[in-house]
């Protein structure tokens, strides 16, 4: 009797699908309904970061985030995250590491943003199938240009689920799908249109007196060199021309030798 007493409480939780169970602390053991609970709390974590987004459009990407959250893994590929900060960096180094590797492995070869996006999501799946570690509490958005001057888009969550974007928008964080479908209908014309639907998107859930960071990615003209653009806008700033004449100058397909060649 003095069991099933102790056994109460623990299938009550069990019927609810969540609370202070078996199931609720280790990270790989599924609940009675087929869900791995620690990862669902990972997503939500994601859930209630701020909103990225990422926008390619005539070979050319973008990425905006709010607090200055957009790295550079190489000189032809950044990344954003949503979720837990530290996380988020975790990742964004581990990355930049494979890049590297990639790099020394095939000298003459670029990386591209299938094999970065691939191993980012072997990275997250590992930590939720064994290794006595947690998943990571971040949604990542990869966004960079293929050796073949071709903008790609991908993003990557906690489970190590990667998805190409082939429609060229994407966007992670709290209200994501709604930031995503009001910007589904918008075709971008060129790289400031670009980072103007960007960082509006991102301004539009922002807190007053929060800047949008924006990264914008494009190949010169020889293909061969990897042109960037990096800038913090605010709502005024969009409203004036200044922010548009540096990216125009900033991206302009030049024939120099003062690019950062892959």
């Known amino acids: 009797m003095r069991c099933l007493l102790l056994l109460a409480p623990l299938a009550a939780a069990v019927r ?3 609370s202070h169970t078996p199931f609720d602390q280790d990270p790989f ?11 669902d709390y990972a997503d939500t974590a994601a859930s209630k970061g701020a909103p990225c987004v990422g926008i390619c459009a005539h070979n050319v990407a973008v990425l905006a985030a709010i607090n200055d959250k957009i790295a550079d893994v190489d000189a032809r590929h950044a990344m954003t995250f949503a ?3 530290a996380d988020g960096y975790a990742l964004v180094d581990f990355v930049r590491v494979h890049a590297a590797r990639e790099r020394l492995r095939l000298p003459d070869e670029a990386p591209s943003s299938r094999s970065l996006a691939l191993a980012l999501a072997d990275e997250c799946h590992t930590v939720c199938i064994g290794g006595g570690r947690r998943a990571y509490g971040c949604r990542c958005l990869l966004a960079g240009l293929d050796s073949d001057g071709e903008a790609c888009l991908w993003s990557v969550g906690p489970g190590g689920d990667a998805r190409h974007h082939k429609s060229g928008v994407a966007a992670v964080g709290n209200n994501a799908a709604a930031v995503v479908e009001a ?3 918008y075709t971008p014309t060129d790289a400031e249109a670009a980072v103007a639907a960007a ?5 539009d859930a922002a807190d007053d007196g929060q800047v949008a960071s924006v990264v914008a990615l494009a190949l010169d003209a020889r293909g061969q060199a990897c042109r960037r ?3 913090d806008l605010s709502p005024e700033d969009l409203q004036s021309d200044a922010w548009r004449i540096a990216c125009r100058e900033a991206l302009a397909p030049v024939d120099g030798d003062d690019l950062v060649v892959y």
């Open 199 to 203: 960082a509006a998107a991102v301004l």
């Open 16 to 18: 609810r699908g969540h």
């Open 183 to 185: 910007l589904r209908g």
């Open 229 to 231: 653009w990096r800038a």
């Open 29 to 39: 053991v599924f609940d009675p309904k087929g869900r791995l609970l620690q990862l």
């Open 83 to 85: 979720g837990v900060r």
